[in-house]
């Protein structure tokens, strides 16, 4: 067993030697699930966290195999190391797609053919676990992970493609971007987190290949061929699909997600959101192929933001702190990501930022709201006073004007505007 330099060595990454045939090894279950999450990648730290052993018995287990030469830590990586640069929106490596051979191309919308490849190849494999979908190391830490949230943000945010025509790609980057959010709201909590780590393992069995690619293999002739020499990326996957979580606990792990999706539940109908929220997270991390809970999350999220955001603003003692206005505003933004067509929700974000003087944010929200619902007198009253700001007056008039017809019995609409003709 090794002793010399434990918590160093503990830093390090583990990886299975190059020479090994790990299928030729006697395991137990757990053995062998703990194996096959040793990738090169995954500090040592980490396995102790989702082994789904204590984390003594992974020290037991990792020390004896590097006794008998089955792994070496590579002390050279750290668990903090850079994530690996990428293309924006996709990854460098990435082949080039012939995308005008495929009919859902459509080069009369307003997003370039390749683009549009982009989007489906990214929209049909958004099964994959949440740290490939943001393209990072399973020992990211938290500044990889939000540093690469938002580099895809900038290409699938629904946002950025406003009032373009999409055609059917408004949905698929709607669903895109929701499961980024999804991926990067439990990734960044400790919490979900390793309890997402801890199932990673028990993903499903691949399909099995069709019947008819197998009676074409069976009429084939019989060919001898050279054994061939699995890479480590397939001797890991190998690894795999043979050492999984064992049954019984993927079973509790089920039940003790559809408690917390209970318990979110109730609490989403009393509008606790600050409540709701936390328990679907977990929900998700214990049950993470389940729908159902997903198809919630955004919307509990949101409302848990907002709600935040809604508190720190009531200023029923007659005073905000600026600190919590600029956090309200950072609330309210979330709660844009994930409701990104709310007027009343950008109309209150615009409100914010006026009065903490971040101008450009303010107008931002403030026309995203009249456009959203240009039969708003209140939503055209909150452009105004930005603009009135920002030193349009005569524009801020003109706006004024539009919101007095709307709403002539609008006391504040004409307060704003004796105050722009004083």
Known sequence: MHSVGDSEQRRGIPRLVSSLDPTKLQLSPEEGFLLSRIDGQTSWTLLRQIAGLAPEAVDRCIERWLSEGVVEVDESKSADAEVPSTVEGGKADAKPVDYMSDPRIDTALDIAPELQAQILEFSESLDRSYFEL???????????????????????????????????????LEQIFRKLVEAYELLSDPNTRAEI???????????PEPAAAESEAAAAPERKLPPRKLTK??????????????PQILAERKLRASHFYDAAMVAAKRERWHEAAPSLRLAIAFD???????????DILSRNYEHRAIKLLDDSDGSVDPSDKLEALRLLEEVLIHRPADPEVNNRAARVALEIDELERAMEYAEAACELCPDSAEMRLTLARVLRRDGRREKAGSVLKEAARLDPENEEVQRELQKLRR
């Open 134 to 172: 943001l393209d990072v190391p399973r020992d990211a830490d938290a500044k990889q992970i939000k540093r690469a949230y938002f580099s895809l943000s900038k290409v699938y945010h629904p946002d950025r493609y406003f009032r373009a025509n999409l055609g059917e790609y408004t949905l698929r």
């Open 197 to 207: 780590e801890r199932t990673m393992g028990a993903m499903p069995e691949p399909e």
């Open 233 to 246: 990326r397939q001797t890991l996957e190998r690894l795999r699909r043979h050492f999984r979580l064992p």
């Open 288 to 298: 993470p192929w389940n729908d159902e809970y997903r198809k919630r999350f955004s």
